[in-house]
Nanobody
């Protein structure tokens, strides 16, 4: 059973960088051909895909967030991480990590991140 767990600060100041980590257990992030995504849900809105990192380390980002987003991984810890720079209150959301096998078959529970001074 694959499990994902998000971690990171729940409060970030405007203009700073949001940093989250997803720890995966029950499966390796280097297993072909899975992708590992970050998805967010702002209050009162739908889900928004942020970006992903493939099993081989290649990354893809939402065009609307690409200039501010970086996804990386630590294979020794079986973790992948999100960094979103220059945040504004519009980046306030519940952030999820999920495994992408054509469908999002495993999700973390989500973590609330609020951008506020």
């Amino acid at each position: 059973q694959v499990q994902l767990q998000e971690s990171g600060p729940g409060l970030v100041k405007p203009s700073q960088t949001l940093s989250l980590t997803c720890t995966v257990s029950g499966g390796s992030i280097t297993t072909s051909y899975y992708a590992w995504s970050w998805i967010r849900q702002p209050p009162g809105k739908g889900l928004e895909w942020v970006g992903l990192i493939f099993y081989d380390g290649s990354t893809y980002y939402s065009p609307s967030l690409k200039s501010r987003t970086s996804i990386s991984r630590d294979t020794s810890k079986n973790q992948f991480s999100l960094q979103l720079s220059s945040v504004t209150p519009e980046d306030t959301a519940v952030y999820y990590c999920a495994r992408d096998d054509g469908v999002y078959d495993y999700w973390g529970q989500g973590t609330q991140v609020t951008v506020s001074s």
